[in-house]
């Protein structure tokens, strides 16, 4: 079993639609939770945190379940600019501090 | 503020020649990664360091060495590069602590 899990999709959604993503995890040491955005060809850069009480940033909401070991990233109202792959990213204290990155969600956004 | 930079970003090899991939953060960060991204796949780690001196293999090591002689460099060597070796490579820092990690902007290395 992979240590973090995604949909690959890809989500095909019109613009102003809202979209989900869950990702799951298999560690329960895992302390620190990400959703990052790739964008074809580019690096990985940082969405935003996800926290345990839940967290929102315009129209991104990330969610956290500890008990049931899974993240979420909600996209409200989608743009044709959202369209990219999102990575579900988790680090595992201890060592090293493991940084494990899910394979990505790709998301397109139609007009 | 140049965050993390990579390079070369683009590299054509021939089948058993060598290089190196060098990684520079500005950032006084402890920790840095080298991964690589295929089609499907995701990022796989081939090798970190937690320190100046220190490295340690990831999870794809086989056909790469790295080198952190110094806290803000971190190098990716190929000694006899291989056609599976065609990928794009990613370098990445963070603090200690729980924090993110920023990447540079790959490399897109072809072996052919």
């Known amino acids: 079993r992979k240590e973090v899990e995604q949909d690959p999709g890809p989500f095909n959604v019109p613009e102003g639609a809202t979209v989900a993503f869950n990702c799951t995890y298999s560690?329960?040491?895992?302390?620190?939770f990400f959703w990052y955005r790739q964008d074809c060809r580019k690096e990985p850069k940082l969405l935003m945190s996800?926290?345990?009480s839940g967290n929102e940033d315009g129209r991104f909401t990330a969610q956290l379940n500890r008990a049931s070991q899974y993240i979420s990233l909600l996209i409200r109202d989608s743009k044709l600019s959202d369209s990219a792959t999102y990575l579900c990213v988790v680090i595992i204290s201890g060592g090293y501090q493991k940084v494990t990155f899910g394979t990505g969600t790709k998301l397109q956004v139609i007009p | 503020n140049a965050g993390v930079t990579q390079t070369p970003k683009f590299r054509v090899l021939k089948t058993g020649q060598s290089m190196t991939l060098l990684c520079a953060q500005d950032m006084n960060h402890e920790y840095m990664y080298w991964y690589r991204q295929d089609p499907g796949m995701g990022l796989r780690l081939i090798h970190y360091?937690?320190?100046?001196?220190?490295?340690a293999k990831g999870e794809v090591p086989d056909g790469y060495n790295v080198s952190r002689l110094k806290k803000q460099n971190f190098l990716l060597g190929l000694e006899s590069a291989a056609p599976s070796q065609t990928s794009v490579y990613f370098c990445?820092?963070?603090?200690?602590?729980?924090?993110?990690?920023?990447f540079g902007q790959g490399t897109r290395l072809t072996v052919v």
């Open positions: 560690n329960s040491a895992s302390q620190s």
């Open positions: 990445a820092s963070r603090s200690t602590g729980l924090a993110e990690a920023f």
């Open positions: 996800v926290y345990s």
């Open positions: 360091s937690v320190g100046e001196g220190t490295t």
